[in-house]
């Protein structure tokens, strides 16, 4: 009986675990503010698909050019593009371009006073 007791609360203990796992492994997800394509990286191509989904001449269905580049979060625009061409010029980044966030985390960017 004992045996079956320490079986039983073993086998709790791991799916405890794997949910824990399964958990942590979806809010993991991160992406990296002004990664329009997503690659990992923020350079002059995420500029161009900016202004390419701005324009429409490039779809955004999954919203992941909105998320990951609306970087002062008062809708995507032109000005978007432009803090992200500053910062690829290391210019001020007063947005955190570059920081990578989870997906389920929002964060208000910084608003820098005059
Ligand atoms: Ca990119
Ligand atoms: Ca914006």
């Known amino acids: 009986m004992k045996k079956i007791k320490i079986l039983i609360s073993g086998l709790l203990a791991a799916m405890v675990l794997i949910s824990a796992a399964a958990f942590s492994a979806s809010a993991d997800i991160i992406y990296i503010r002004g990664d329009a394509n997503s690659d990992g990286r923020v350079n002059i191509n995420d500029v161009t698909y900016v202004q390419r989904v701005i324009a429409q001449s490039e779809s955004d269905p999954q ?30 980044n007063p947005y ?14 910084f608003i820098p006073t005059k």
């Open 96 to 109: 955190q371009i570059g920081k990578q966030f989870h997906y389920d985390e929002y964060e208000l960017p």
């Open 63 to 92: 919203g992941v050019v909105e998320r990951n580049c609306d970087v002062d979060g008062n809708g995507l625009s032109i000005v978007d593009a432009t803090h992200i061409q500053r910062y690829i010029a290391m210019l001020a």
